[in-house]
């Protein structure tokens, strides 16, 4: 099987491809520096010629209400090229809960994403993860201010990019799903207790204030970043930082 990886030099394409092709199939990674824009669509009909399957892992790059407009044009650009080109398959990696956080742009544009693939003219399959443990520093970083970091105690389920991978490259090598895949890691934190594990194994002396208002996770009510359905993923936090 042929798939399209387009974003797939980034932190989970570049290992989607690696599995995919492990896996004995042909994934070809396509990005910005191959010389691809799915915002101008140059190239794209050359990246999807012949493809089975494309798998986009593209991103914003912003997460303000500018990335509404990214993920419009980009989605219209490769459904576009899709078609033409005989595509049977099309993947998307999004967020556990995006359709309850309408208050985050970031999120609704996810969700509108979504909403043009299954829209669409190709047989889809949409794959939602709960955060990225790979983001906790950067989430960390939002609200850090002198010795304190400030947290909500937002429930969080993060997962290991590797296991992100795995799980979009088994969905991209089968058949379509015609609908959404929940993937999560295997335990349930408070954002505010993954922060003090996190400066705690680092070292890190900084104290971890907990603070409901505090950053962009502060918005978001009950147990949205978590999915007790979800195909629970094997890296445990603790595992992952060591």
């Known amino acids: 099987m042929k798939l399209a990886v387009i974003g797939g030099t980034g932190l989970i394409g570049s290992q989607v491809v690696t599995d995919l092709n492990a896996a004995g199939h042909e994934a070809v990674p396509h990005s910005q520096s191959t010389g691809i824009d799915v915002i101008s669509g140059q190239g794209l009909d050359e990246a999807v010629a012949g493809a089975d ?16 407009a990214f993920f419009q044009t980009s989605m219209d650009n490769l459904l576009a090229a899709g078609r033409e080109g005989g595509v ?15 208050e985050l742009d970031y999120y609704r544009a996810k969700v509108l994403q979504e909403d043009i693939l299954t829209a669409g003219p190709i047989p889809y399959s949409i794959v939602r993860a709960t955060q990225f443990m790979e983001f906790i520093d950067a989430i960390l970083s939002w609200t850090a ?20 991978a795995a799980a979009v490259a088994a969905v991209a090598a089968g058949t379509p799903l015609g609908g959404i895949r929940n993937i ?11 922060g003090r594990l996190t400066l705690s194994h680092k070292s890190d ?27 629970l993923a094997p890296t445990r936090y603790a595992d992952w930082l060591a």
């Open 88 to 102: 049977r398959h099309f993947v998307i990696l999004s967020i556990v809960g995006a359709d309850q956080v309408p």
């Open 184 to 194: 999560a890691g295997p335990e349930v934190f408070s954002l505010d207790e993954l």
């Open 145 to 164: 201010d002198g010795d304190t970091v400030r947290l909500p105690a937002t429930p969080i389920q993060p997962i290991a990019s590797k296991d992100v």
């Open 53 to 68: 399957v494309i798998v986009n892992l593209t991103n914003s790059p912003t997460f303000d209400e500018a990335s509404l």
């Open 205 to 231: 002396s900084r104290t971890v204030v907990t603070d409901p208002a505090a950053g962009m996770f502060a918005v978001v009510k009950g147990d949205v970043l978590t999915d007790k359905d979800a195909h």
